[in-house]
């Protein structure tokens, strides 16, 4: 059996079943706001610049060596989060992590024919994701005159604490902005889905749709206090005699 679902019939059932949508919606705002703020841990960023420049001896603009210096930064991107690197940096700081999680933690970036590449690291504490990110820079521009054989790397900029650091994620505004959107989408699909396996007549116009006849009168929903009052009203006593109404 076909069933078309028009625009219409999601305004109808949306009107009737509002409460449920509303308090599926309401719930997963709640349940992502519970969670971004209570159960997920804040995570801060802390980001240095590294320059890629070699010495050019005769003081000229050298395409050809720019070019070079480009073209190292995917080696050198590579090299930065390698055991031998990290292994150092986990040591120096005395880090309670192991190479996977450190290196997961370290992203490295950098854009189209530039001789500069970002690193930013991620910590659940602002202080200490500065010190890896400034740690790990300094010991890539140590540790890559002896695996390189060159010394053409520079930090043009450090990692530094803000007075008033500020989590990259989670974001609850965000999280909850987007669970609303989702409750409503869902709590629509469960009243269309409800309506959809609800095979009741609810009225004349569901007995028209149904039957393909049109509805000629119908009997109004007699409540029982009505019954009664009307049983009450059709027998009266006048005298001695009974009288039904």
């Known amino acids: 059996m076909d069933v078309t679902v ?22 997963a705002a709640l349940i992502s706001g ?14 240095t610049q590294i320059l890629v420049n070699q010495k050019n001896t005769e003081n000229k ?8 210096n480009v073209d190292l930064i995917n080696t050198y991107s590579v090299i930065l989060k390698s055991p031998v690197i990290l292994e150092k940096v986990i040591d120096q700081l005395d ?14 970036t950098s854009k189209e024919n530039s001789q500069v590449f970002s690193l930013t690291v991620e910590d659940h504490d602002a202080q200490k994701a500065v010190e890896i990110a400034n740690t790990v820079s300094e010991t890539f521009q140590s540790e890559i005159k002896g695996i390189m054989n060159v010394d053409n ?22 999280n909850i902005g987007i669970s609303i959107v989702i409750g409503l989408i869902l709590g629509i699909g469960i009243a269309l889905l409800k309506d959809f396996m609800d095979g009741t007549l ?8 149904c039957l393909g006849v049109p509805v000629l009168g119908s009997i109004q929903k007699i409540s029982k206090a009505h019954v009664k009052e009307g049983k009450n009203s059709a027998v009266q006593t006048m005298g001695g005699e009974t009288i039904v109404s």
Request: glycine fraction near 2%; hydrophobic fraction near 45%.
């Open 153 to 174: 790397v520079s930090i043009i900029a450090r990692a530094e604490l803000k007075q008033n650091p500020v989590p990259v994620k989670p974001k609850p505004l965000l």
């Open 95 to 108: 880090l309670d992590v192991t190479l996977e999680e450190l290196n997961k933690n370290l992203t490295v």
């Open 34 to 47: 519970g969670v971004s703020y209570f159960i997920l841990k804040p995570v801060y960023q802390a980001s």
């Open 61 to 68: 603009l050298d395409y050809t060596l720019l070019q070079s």
């Open 6 to 27: 028009g625009l219409l019939d999601i305004l109808k059932t949306m009107k009737k079943r509002w409460k449920l949508i509303i308090c599926i919606t309401v719930i």
């Open 202 to 209: 609810k009225d004349d116009q569901d007995t028209a749709a």
